[in-house]
């Protein structure tokens, strides 16, 4: 009777995703120098595992950064499709669960490098789809560039906590990170929702002015 050959991978089928989980922690509180046998032990597997799944280091960033783009895309696209308050104020109520997942990005800005701009322009185009889904909803209106709608709330959403956690010192430790993550948003919640509820300025008149100077300028998405 031949007995099959099993690889180390054949009896842990969550290992994989138990290794990403455990970096993006790990990246996230440590920064992208960590090795990869402090993941293994984070994870409970042999350095030989990660190297198995993912290649190197570099595969496995990337496939951390997959990840982040898809828990951030999946629930932005259900905050703006759905638009109801019960489902702003379930996903407060839980906000320190993904204190991993913003820290991973929020270290992966401040230290900058190639995969850092790969992964904030993924970033842009995930949250141009999201918000599209939004429009098509009927939640968000139009724009005239949705691309570029999405880059400059991406440079606001990033930069502001960047600056908010410049400014607080006290909230830039990893391990109370959720803290941080739930006083940010607290501060910040009720003055972007005025903004994007009510608006800012009382008429249009600013934009039709600018408008009237732009050589081509992009058209209105509410006569789409």
Not at 47 to 73: M, N, T, W
Request: hydrophobic residues 40%; negative net charge.
């Amino acid at each position: 009777m031949r007995t099959r050959n099993t690889s180390p991978a054949d009896g842990d089928p969550g290992a994989s995703a138990r290794i990403r989980d455990a970096a993006i922690d790990r990246f996230g509180r440590d920064g992208f120098s960590t090795g990869l046998r402090s993941i293994a032990e984070d994870a409970a597997v042999s350095p030989g595992l990660v190297v198995h799944y993912f290649g190197s280091k570099q595969g496995l960033r990337r496939a951390c950064d997959a990840h982040v783009r898809e828990v951030i895309a999946t629930e932005k696209r259900a905050a703006t499709t759905d638009g109801s308050a019960a489902q702003l104020l379930a996903r407060l109520a839980d906000i320190e669960r993904f204190a991993p997942i913003v820290l991973y990005v929020v270290r992966s800005l401040r230290e900058g490098g190639d995969l850092a701009v790969e992964l904030f322009e993924d970033m842009i185009d995930d949250a141009t789809h999201y918000l599209e889904a939004g429009v098509a909803a009927g939640v968000i209106r139009p724009s005239r560039d949705p691309a570029a709608r999405a880059r400059v709330m991406a440079y606001q959403a990033m930069g502001s906590m960047l600056m908010w956690l410049t400014l607080h010192p006290e909230h830039a430790e990893p391990a109370s990170f959720g803290k941080a993550l739930r006083a940010y948003i607290e501060e910040v919640t009720p003055p972007m929702l005025e903004m994007f509820t009510e608006g800012l300025y009382t008429d249009r008149a600013l934009l039709e002015e600018y408008l009237l100077y732009v050589p081509d300028p992009p058209r209105d998405g509410s006569q789409d």
